[in-house]
């Protein structure tokens, strides 16, 4: 609810701003050539809006319900990515018992644990295209470090350091096959959730509708003067900047809610997401917070972005 | 079908009442104006009023849809908390066996049984943005209730205690490997459930779109006096008010339904599940119930909501 | 295919007499005022019954359709059920071995499968508000017959006996623990259909919409005549009785789908689906099939309910 | 996209062939009884069409979606059967090992697996209703042959036969304890796959629904001559064929594809999946094709059907 | 976002190039005999087309629906084979121990891996229609190509293949009981995700549906002129363009999306899918990429494809 308030109706409006300026501008001109050069000839009939309207509202209504199944299922994929880092946490912490001998066995669940943060904001960056290896030094040791400089795909990578700890575990003896079976399955999970939100972020929303819809847009706003212009006279102005702005905006919104990973404000919100849950694996470490990860976490580009317009 | 013969129609209406005041005044203004003043130039044909009016439709229609689902789904997420929460009491009953040197594992179990009625309780209450550590006294013992106090996130800390229980449960022999993997993909669907509440709770419903529906709606409302006066005169205030109140209450609806755990009478009823939940966990441990428990519960401030309207 | 034809016409209008009748009335009294009084003011222009009719379109289009999800998912269910009824018993025939020592284990498999039978016809009542307890005595032996009676939830308790029986069967030897496991996780399957049509029918469909698309419809149809006598004259009656009884009959179809569980002709047919079952686990169990049994079937309520129109 | 090219557009409109035929009598006699007798009272404006039109177009778009969402459900489970089908012989085949003493393990391996075939021709005609015993010499040894002539559910029968001989291949020890309950996991697929199947097969679509939308249409065609043929003098003939046409067609296509087993071209082609798996069980079996297998297979009923509508 | 800016504006026009073409011709030959002729019998009403549009738009939204979740399920199944080739490498990789007497191991583990690259092509190869068992050779060694030759579905032969391998690891000791089931799992996986491609590859779309939404919008271009023409005199020839190459755009992507596996630009991309796959794979052997693969790769036919135009 909170988040809804802090959303300025200036930057809803600002999206569009260029569309609605000239929107403005042309039907301003329409209304004075109609005026002053007595041109009626070409009076379109209201109905014709009214077809050309509703088709492009059903149009929009589809393209909008994708787009937010697309947006929906990225928020989905990454609900999913809390829920199983603190499984994954809990069965760590529960299925090895360091009660005794708990020196070595409280290092390796630590360092699977923070592993885990990393994969996290890895994956984020990884989506957004940035440099996926940067800032990670908070939760990796070196070894890690340095052999994730070789991967390419650098979250797929600290998943299969997952699984190398795994069998390390195993062989110990720390855990028992079945406890083996059931953290691979948690981290088959990890693989699933990364590769959906891959799939949203490289699958192009089809772009013949796209086009289409937008040149229909602009068609009906084209006419939509000439069918207005006899009833409203100049009020025609301001009425046909509401309504092309409202397909305007909802097409933008579409647009924007497609693509979650693109670093913009109305993205999937990763960072943030990432953090509560560096946050609550803390809080199931018993760890205390150390201010440095803090500092780190807190250069990231994703801070000046205040709202989540979505 | 009993709850709802309960909803008072002044109810539904009381929360719209600004709204259809304003309207009410506004049209009756515009008839006003438009019998002593024969301000008759601005009359807008009624098409203007059909496509806006089905636009408006087709974005409400969808906008409703998607707050149902969200509804919908924090339904079945809670319903899902019911059936694991009987799963969970029937696998720790059947897979311990108390039937010798029983004391010690009746405890264990009761202990156990109990905490996850306090796990509802609290995840409820963390939903609504209330202090999930309350009201727990009767469902943790002393320990659990103290290591509750310095978590962040109550249920979270809840959940790992029973996965530490588990544990103690494996080491004195008294689950198998295979009933502990079981127990513990129980817990990791209440994480889930857990997760995907928080994901509904958190994740604010595009809000491009809402206050874009809402210009709309406000826009569409403006209009309509215009549209209707020619025809119905001083009837044309209540049509306005007919109209317009429909869009409003379905713009509403969809509003609550939208944001299920704002401790709301539209709420996802999280405490009467909860308290069913503990009704039928009390059933199948064969315990009698204790009379101060349902005090404690009873002064909970979901009480005074005697029907949901949703 | 066949039910279909049995669905007699009236039965279809039936539901909707009293609705029919009533705008009869209403739309021949508006014919004679408007003959013989000259009450030729409040001609309405039929765009405005065109865009409330394809208002209250939408909006019963969007309703039909969760009612529909509702009712097919108490559907899906129930075949749940039923998949999972023949899966227990596949299992528990299959995984127990009783070609030699056999009379005690056929005893055990036995009484298990006839409990599942029980379940199933106990969760058909609870769901429909009669009391769960009755007609058991066939399905369940004594001791099950009396632990029964102090439960408050009967079909929650079915399932526990079943857990508590399958732990008998661990310990003795009769299946191993992997054996354990998946039949639990059966049991735990039928938690989970329960658990879904105990939200089905404990959750209301939001009122505020039903209760204003049934304000919306009747402001509909008291304009509807004024849109039409000018056309139609006398004709206007039969025209606004077949629109209005359109509207009327959808929103009465959507109200009898979303509630599946009321002892209704229209209902998911659980006690038929009950019944099946039985058949079925007779067949897999080779059994003969006792007349008495049948014989109190017989007496259910279900009974004079020749056809489900749904 | 072969398939697509066979259909012809006469068998497309045949199905409809009687509807037109009365509709294009029906406008005809209006249009004479118009010119001739001069019958102009009853010109009914075109918006009443549109209304109409509008409102049954949203009808029988909800109504060919839940008819589409039946079949392709229908064909989902289809497909899981097939998937499954692969996985099972898949599991027989390399679970159990038969590199020594395996003349008996080859043959227990290839009975399940013929019997698996014998299991999808079987569940094909039982949903069909028809003999579901029929043609299954081919696939099933004679002990199983006369077992399954006293069972009323064939396909539940065989069901139940692979669980009987899993047991067999786990107590002789050619399994072992994960591998039997991993196995019995994939009969409980099909155990599912079967009661979807039988769920689409005997849940009727609401008839209240169906019922009252082809009132509507044919209210529809009756009055549309009526708006048209002030306009369009003869030529309203064919123009009211046309709509009409469009109407009719998509409510036929609607029932069709709501019961996809019902033994027409439009089903589910269930008997040519079937004989695809048993090609692919027969290529994993590394299987020569019996001759007279086929020659069985291409008596069924099924066979002159050269194309699906679909 | 980037593969959206190279879709040239003259491919999404190109293909319907043929229709518009035919429409311009008509519409000013309709114009011209209009003209000069002055044939004004037959100009149509406007609402005529408007009740036509929205019947059409109505169909053409359900269409592309379904066109739409067809693609989008193809896209998933091919998401879920790359999340599930990771994960069975991850499980390769860490369930078998390589550290001591690894020669061996670890060319079972590179012959499995590599297997499942060629199952990827395979499979992609097998959906377009192409030979499956082309350009394998760098990924499979002599025996399994071989093999390979006599096999009918190539796909699930190259499943089989890793399912004996699967034995083999167990029978050699090197993975123990609970991997086996649980490798064999991740084949499941893959069996379904084959068989899902499969299905929608070889079910049809309901073409009654395709055909009659074709004729519909066809007759719906051929009364366009005829209802503008008055309006708009020669104005009508570029709007009756415009609103039907909206049509025809639509229904054409709608039969484009329906079929992704027609090796045509707008498929799915198996080709570019597989090979991130092997590169992924490789990055998790820790290969080094040898050139004469990729040398075999790039001479497949989806090379000259450079964008994906959904």
Redesign the interface.
Known sequence: ?L??EN?P?SY?FG?IKKELILTAIYSATIYFIHQYYNFKA?S????????????I???L??R???A?DR?WEA??LW??I???C??FT??I???V?SSHDGEQKRALKERMIRRQMAWCYSLSRHLRGQNAKENLEAYLNDDDFKALKK???AP??I??MQ??D??TLY?LGWI???????L??T??NF??F???C??IKN??F???????IHL?VL?FVLLLPFS?IE??GI?QVP?VI??SS?FF??E??AI??Q?PF?NMPTDTPTTTISRTIE??LK??MKDELPGDIDAVVNKQPQKQAVF???
């Not at 379109?44 to 088709?55: Q, R």
């Not at 089809?206 to 289409?212: G, I, L």
């Open positions: 609810m988040l809804k959303i109706v809803v999206k070409v379109i009939p209201l109905t014709v809006s009214t077809i050309l309207g509703t088709i509202s059903l149009l209504a589809f909008s319900n994708q937010y947006w928020r989905i609900g999913g809390v829920n199983d603190r499984t809990r069965q912490l529960t299925f018992d991967a390419d795909n797929l990578a998943n299969e699984g190398h795994l069998r062989k028992n096959e079945y406890q083996q079976v059931t691979d399955g981290l088959t693989m699933n990364m590769g959906g891959e799939r699958t192009v089809p772009a013949t509708y796209s086009v289409y229909l068609f207005l009833f409203f009020f009425l509401a309504i409202a905006l909802i933008k919104m924007h809610l693509d693109e946050k609550n809080q199931m989540y317009i979505l």
